[in-house]
C-alpha cells in the first residue's frame, strides 16, 4: 500500500504501482480526491491496515510519516515499511520543506510544479491531476502538513516512533536527497534496516526513476503469491463512499 507525499498525488504514483503488480495507492484524508484532514490520520490508518489486509506500507515524505504512525499503533498488523524520502530522516533544508504556502499551491501550473519538484518541465504531464487536486481544495491541507514537516517536534516524534518499531524497514533515497546525520545514526541502531540510494535522483524519485523505485519496493517485498490487485487513488473505510480513479 502506497502513501503518496505532497504536494502530489497517488496519479503520480502509477507507473511504480503498474510495475509492481501487487499494489495500491491511496491519498492521505485531505490530499488529492480524499475527503478529511490530518485529524482524521489516526481512525483512517487504523481502517487502512485492518481492514484492507495492507501488511506493507510504502511511504513517500509525508506519507512516510503516516506509515510510521500505523505501524506504531499497529506494529502485529504492519510487518515492513518502506519509507522513500522520509522528512524526518533528512535535513529540515529537504526540498519538502521548502515548498511555498497555499497560495502557490493553488495557482501553480503543471509546468512550474514540475521544473521545482524535479528540475524538469518534461514531468508536467504527470503532474496534471496533482494540480487539479490542489485547485479543488488540497491545497490547504497540503500547506499545513508541509509547514508541520518542519516541526522539530513531530520529526523527534517519528523517529522514535520509528525506532520502537519491532518489524522490516526498508529506506529508499535519492543521491541529491540524502539521509540526514540523524536520520543515518537511527538507522543504525536498527538491526531490521536496510537502505537504498538511487543515484541521480532527489525528492521524489517515483516522478524521475519509477523503475528503479519499483525495483526497490519489489525487490524487497517478500509477498510471493499475493493475490494481483488494481491500483486506486482514495480508501475510504467503513463503509464510507469513495472516489476513484483508474
Not at 80 to 98: D, E, G, I, M, Y
Not at 204 to 216: D, I, K, M, N, Y
Request: proline residues 10%.
Amino acid at each position: 500500500m502506497v502513501l503518496p507525499g505532497l504536494p502530489v498525488n497517488a496519479d503520480t504514483w502509477a507507473p511504480v504501482v503498474a510495475a509492481l503488480g501487487r499494489a495500491r495507492a491511496a491519498d492521505l484524508p485531505g490530499l488529492g480526491m480524499s475527503a478529511g484532514g490530518r485529524d482524521d490520520w489516526p481512525s483512517w490508518l487504523t481502517a487502512l491496515v485492518t481492514e484492507t489486509g495492507a501488511r506493507h506500507l510504502v511511504g513517500h515524505s509525508i506519507g512516510a510519516a503516516a506509515a510510521v504512525e500505523a505501524a506504531a499503533a499497529h506494529p502485529e498488523t504492519v510487518d515492513r515499511l518502506t519509507l522513500v524520502a522520509p522528512f524526518f530522516l533528512q535535513p529540515r533544508s529537504a526540498p519538502a520543506a521548502r515548498l511555498p504556502a497555499r497560495w502557490y499551491l493553488t495557482r501553480v501550473s503543471p509546468r512550474a510544479l514540475a521544473e521545482r519538484l524535479t528540475g524538469d518541465p518534461a514531468h508536467a504531464t504527470a503532474l496534471e491531476s496533482s494540480v487539479a487536486d490542489l485547485r479543488r481544495g488540497a491545497a490547504a491541507t497540503a500547506a499545513r502538513l508541509l509547514a508541520a514537516a518542519a516541526s522539530p517536534r513531530w520529526r523527534a516524534d517519528l523517529r522514535a516512533e520509528l525506532a520502537r518499531y519491532p518489524g522490516d524497514v526498508h529506506v529508499v533515497v535519492g543521491s541529491r536527497d540524502p539521509l540526514g546525520p540523524e536520520g543515518r545514526a537511527l538507522l543504525d541502531t536498527l538491526p531490521r534496516a536496510t537502505v537504498t540510494v538511487i543515484p541521480g535522483a532527489g525528492h521524489h524519485p517515483q516522478l524521475t526513476h519509477p523503475e528503479e523505485v519499483a525495483h526497490a519496493v519489489g525487490g524487497w517485498n517478500a509477498s510471493p503469491g499475493a493475490p494481483a490487485v488494481q491500483p486506486f487513488r482514495t480508501f475510504s473505510p467503513s463503509g464510507r463512499s469513495a472516489r476513484f480513479r483508474g
